[in-house]
Every structure is written in C-alpha cells, then in structure tokens.
C-alpha cells in the first residue's frame, strides 16, 4: 500500500507564502504524474497543480502564475510553493496520482488563509 504524507500547512496572512511537501512510498513514484489536490469546506476536491514524470506542469486558472509544483524523484518528493495566498486558497491540501487510480490519500495538510 502506498503511503502519501503531506506536511508544510498552516496558518497564514493573505499575502503570504507557503511550501508543501509530499512523501511517497511509492518505488513507481518516478514514472508516475502527480498532482496537489484541495478541499475546502463544503466543496469537492479539486486538482489546482500537476507535474508530469518529466517535469512538464500545469495549473488550476485560480492559482496560476502564484503557486509552483516541483518534485524531486530520487527523494520521492513533490512539492507546492504558494506564493501571494489569498483566503479563498484555505483547505486542506492533498497530493496523489494525477491520472489513473488514485493512491490511498494521506491525511493531508491544512492551510489557513487569515488575517
């Protein structure tokens, strides 16, 4: 069973600056797409970054041109720097496959956009 581990949330000014990172267990992770999903309350999940094996990157129109997703595959890592946040940028944040069946979901990490 693949493990995700999210960490890097908290709370934060609008304005502000965070980086999330992920773990993954996963041997396949190097060949595999990955994405930062978020949801907030009362809202579905939704993918706002993905990074392809190679590195190509897409966005979410809402987070575009603030937010950043990078990976590091001899670590096993992928990463979302969020830049310039905003409050309707609060939820909790999750990464996992970007295509195919999705790994179990670790817990996530939440991120709170407050003054």
């Known amino acids: 069973q693949v493990q995700l581990v999210e960490s890097g949330g908290g709370l934060v000014q609008p304005g502000g600056s965070l980086r999330l990172s992920c773990a993954a267990s996963?041997?396949?992770?190097?060949?595999?797409?990955m994405g930062w999903y978020r949801q907030a309350p009362g809202k579905q999940r939704e993918l706002v970054a993905a990074?392809?094996?190679?590195?190509?990157?897409n966005y979410a129109d809402s987070v575009k041109g603030r937010f950043t997703i990078s990976r590091d595959n001899a670590k096993k890592m992928v990463y979302l720097q969020m830049n310039s946040l905003k409050p309707d940028d609060t939820a909790v944040y999750y990464c996992?496959?970007?295509?195919?069946?999705?790994?179990?979901w670790g817990q996530g990490t939440q991120v709170t956009v407050s003054s």
């Open positions: 996992n496959k970007e295509r195919g069946d999705p790994w179990s």
């Open positions: 996963s041997n396949f992770f190097r060949l595999a797409a």
């Open positions: 990074i392809t094996s190679g590195g190509s990157t």
